[in-house]
């Protein structure tokens, strides 16, 4: 399978995503909880009339055994597009690795990982397909 960084920026549903995330970022700024972005962040995708579930949890399946809680999703657009969303200082290589694992178990090949510890936040937003 190929992972890769791409511009999906022509994607209506993203953009809208991306939209929506940077509101909540200009209306709060960088330094706050994960916890706090995500609920703000589907507050203003609810507002949009796009559905979101948040924290959905994602068994792992292991050979021939189902691990229930493996892992939650931050945020699930649509059942389109995997959402995980940070607070911290540098979004680091284990953090797109994680987010592929869970784009494979979840089958969903779009993703954006928002960091929304930056100073602008298309600095903190990082686009994936699978």
């Excluded at 890769?4 to 330094?31: C, F, M, W």
């Excluded at 609810?46 to 945020?75: E, T």
Aim: a neutral charge; charged letters at 20%; proline letters at 3%.
């Amino acid at each position: 399978m190929l992972f890769a960084k791409e511009d999906t920026s022509n994607d209506p549903l993203t953009h809208k995503i991306i939209g929506a995330a940077i509101e909540v970022h200009r209306t709060l700024g960088p330094g706050l909880l994960e916890s706090v972005y995500e609920q703000c962040l589907c507050y203003e995708l609810g507002n949009m009339g796009v559905s979101v579930v948040r924290q959905q949890a994602i068994p792992v399946k292991y050979k021939d055994i189902l691990i229930d809680g493996g892992f939650r999703a931050d945020i699930i657009v649509e059942g389109k597009v995997l959402v995980e969303l940070k607070a911290c200082e540098k979004v680091l290589p284990v953090h797109e690795a994680a987010l592929l694992t869970y784009m494979k178990l979840t089958g969903i090949h779009r993703s954006l990982l928002i960091n929304f510890n930056v100073f602008l936040l298309k600095d903190g937003v990082q686009r994936f397909v699978l």
